[in-house]
C-alpha cells in the first residue's frame, strides 16, 4: 500500500515538473520574441508575432498536455492495481478465515470422538471413557505384539519389527478370540503366506485371555476397530486438510496442527507411531509414493510427546529420525527439513 502511494507521489511530481516546463516555456516565447523585435517594432508586425508565437507554443502545449494525461494515466493504472491488490488480500484473508473455521470445526469434532469413545465390560457398562481408553488399549497392544513376538522367536524365522507391528496391529484391529474375528485376520494376514502363524493366533491368544483376563476391566482380544479406525482417519483427515492449504504458510499450518497435537496425549500418540509403521497407516508418512512435504508425522512432529524409552519394542528415532521429540533443538538435518516447508 506504501509502495503505491509512493509511485503516486512520484508521478503527481513529475507532472507538476513538465507543468511548471511548460509554463516557463509559453511565457518565454512572446518575451524572446518582443525582445528581438524591440528596436524594430511596429502594430504592423503584431499579427505576424503572434501568428508565430501561437505556432510555436501550440506544440509545446500540445506536448505538455500529452505528457500530463500520459502520467495520468499512470496514476490511474496504479489506483487499478492498488484495487486489485486490496481486493486479492480481502479474498485471501476470507479464505484464511474459511480454513481456520473449518479447522476449529474438525478440531470440536476430533474432541467429541475423544470424548465418546468408551469401552464397556461383559455387562455392557462403561467401564472406560475418553483418554482413560487409550491407556488401555495400548496396554492391550503390547498382549498383542507380545504373543506374535513369541511365535517369531520360537519358530526362529526372520522378520523385520514393523512387520510384527503390523501384524500385532492388525490382531489389535480384528480381534484375536473368537471364529469370526480368526477368519477376518487370516483373509488379512495372506500377504505372510505363513499357515503356522494363523493356527499359533486362534489357539495363543485364547489361552492368553484366560490367564491374564481378570487384569482388565473389559473383554480381552475383542478388538478396536469399530472404537479407533474412525478416531485415527479423521486425525488423517484433519491434518491432511491443513497441510494442503496453499493460502497459509508452513509456520501457521504448524501452528494449526500444534492446536490439535496438543489434544493428543502419549498413549495416543504411541498408537499412532505404531499404527503409522502397518499397512493400515502408511498414509500417515511410509507410503513409498509420498513425498516429503506428505509425511505428516515428521513435518508436524506428531510424536514427539512420546517420552525417551517409553517404548521398548523398537526405537523410535530409527523410524522418525527427524521428529524433533521434547523440543531438544534442532539438529542440522531438522533445520534443512524444516526450510523446505518454509
Not at 486489485?84 to 488480500?89: G, H, L, N, T, V
Amino acid at each position: 500500500m506504501e509502495n503505491i502511494q509512493e509511485k503516486q507521489n512520484n508521478i503527481l511530481n513529475k507532472s507538476q515538473r513538465w507543468l511548471i516546463v511548460g509554463i516557463i516555456l509559453i511565457i518565454a516565447s512572446p518575451l524572446f520574441f518582443i525582445f528581438i523585435h524591440f528596436f524594430d517594432f511596429s502594430l504592423t508586425d503584431s499579427g505576424t508575432i503572434g501568428d508565430t508565437i501561437g505556432g510555436i507554443t501550440s506544440p509545446i502545449t500540445g506536448l505538455i498536455g500529452a505528457i500530463l494525461v500520459y502520467y495520468a494515466f499512470l496514476i490511474q493504472l496504479e489506483a487499478n492495481k492498488m484495487l486489485y491488490d486490496q481486493i486479492a488480500e480481502e479474498k485471501k484473508e476470507r479464505k484464511k478465515q474459511q480454513i481456520e473455521n473449518h479447522f476449529f470445526e474438525l478440531l470440536h469434532i476430533h474432541i467429541d470422538h475423544q470424548n465418546n469413545l468408551k469401552i464397556n465390560d461383559i455387562k455392557n457398562q462403561t467401564v472406560l471413557q475418553g483418554k482413560e481408553v487409550f491407556q488401555w488399549m495400548l496396554r492391550e497392544f503390547y498382549e498383542y505384539y507380545q504373543i506374535i513376538n513369541d511365535y517369531f522367536i520360537q519358530g526362529e524365522k526372520d522378520i523385520t519389527i514393523p512387520h510384527k507391528i503390523d501384524i500385532a496391529y492388525t490382531c489389535f484391529l480384528y480381534g484375536g478370540v473368537g471364529e469370526f474375528s480368526f477368519q477376518f485376520i487370516q483373509e488379512q494376514l495372506k500377504k505372510y503366506n505363513d499357515l503356522e502363524l494363523s493356527e499359533w493366533i486362534k489357539t495363543h491368544f485364547e489361552k492368553r485371555k484366560k490367564a491374564i483376563q481378570r487384569k482388565y476391566p473389559f473383554k480381552l482380544f475383542n478388538g478396536h476397530h469399530a472404537r479407533i479406525g474412525h478416531y485415527f482417519a479423521h486425525l488423517y483427515q484433519t491434518i491432511k486438510y491443513i497441510n494442503s492449504q496453499e493460502e497459509i504458510s508452513y509456520s501457521e499450518k504448524y501452528n494449526y496442527v500444534k492446536t490439535l497435537r496438543a489434544q493428543l496425549g502419549p498413549h495416543e500418540q504411541t498408537l499412532l507411531f505404531f499404527l503409522s509403521l502397518t499397512d493400515h497407516g502408511i498414509k500417515w508418512e511410509k507410503a513409498e509414493q509420498l513425498n516429503e512435504d506428505k509425511h505428516l508425522i515428521t513435518k508436524y512432529n506428531l510424536i514427539k510427546d512420546i517420552p525417551e524409552g517409553y517404548i521398548t519394542i523398537t526405537r523410535i528415532k530409527q523410524h522418525y529420525p527427524n521428529v524433533n521429540f521434547n523440543n531438544k533443538g534442532n539438529t542440522l538435518e531438522k533445520v534443512k527439513l524444516i526450510e523446505t516447508y518454509t
